[in-house]
């Protein structure tokens, strides 16, 4: 079954540095999303993209945050200056369309760990 | 805003018994409520979807209500194995939004 897949699985950085995490989605999917988890927390939306263009974002996506599809297989998140509160699961999801019975596949998450 | 509870941190069971987890929101009903199943180190996996307008939803060895009433879905596991032991996310989905909102998860635990 086809899945999602997201690199690397664990990524440390130090605080203020920049970090991009990746993400392939399912390769007929359009629409792409970030999810977040701090440890012991609730999994947290940031952000949904479609057609080149954010369609949703939450509060916690602010202009640290951007989200970029590349080219025709990648979706990446990037985070400009991470801080320590940035330290967390990064889930990356995709689904075939926005239609709400639609399911979102999920990726197994990058750990950033920011020093 | 939105909040869902889910009614236990964890659940023990006894294998082959069937387990009830609950999810409670507050506010205005979602257009569908979904169940994910989260491993740990692993992403959610989506379980089942059941719309604002159904009241039941099966799969297998999967139950899920929808109480729009009560603001409640309750999620059911019957005969029990310990391959279901997991972290069981209720999440909802607004007819208008793409994100899901979820739980903070009901972590089951299934004994031999």
């Known amino acids: 079954e086809p899945e999602v897949t997201q690199t690397p699985s664990h990524q440390v950085t130090q605080m203020g540095q920049e970090v991009i995490l990746r993400c392939v989605p399912i390769?007929?999917?359009?629409?792409f999303y970030w999810y977040r988890q701090i440890l012991g927390q609730k999994v947290e939306f940031l952000v949904s993209f479609y057609n080149n263009e954010i369609s949703e974002k939450s509060e916690i996506f602010d202009d640290q945050f951007s989200v970029e599809r590349p080219d025709g297989s990648n979706f990446t998140l990037k985070i400009r200056s991470t801080k320590l509160e940035d330290s967390a699961m990064y889930f990356c999801a995709s689904s075939l369309d926005r239609g709400q019975e639609q399911p979102q596949h999920f990726g197994d998450g990058t750990r950033l760990s920011i020093l | 805003s939105q909040k869902i509870e889910q009614n236990s941190e964890a659940l023990n069971i006894q294998e082959g018994k069937t387990a009830t987890l609950t999810c409670n929101y507050t506010n205005y009903s979602p257009a569908y409520l979904q169940w994910y199943r989260q491993d740990p180190g692993r992403g959610p996996v989506f379980l089942l979807l059941?719309?604002?307008?159904?009241k039941e939803k099966r799969k297998e060895r999967l139950k899920v209500t929808f109480d729009t009433t009560l603001k409640q879905s309750l999620f059911h596991i019957t005969a029990s194995q310990p391959a279901d032991s997991a972290t069981y996310l209720c999440?909802?989905?607004?007819?208008?939004?793409?994100?899901?909102?979820f739980g903070s998860g009901t972590r089951l635990s299934i004994r031999p």
């Open positions: 059941i719309r604002e307008n159904e």
């Open positions: 390769s007929n999917h359009l629409y």
């Open positions: 999440a909802l989905r607004y007819s208008s939004a793409s994100k899901i909102i």
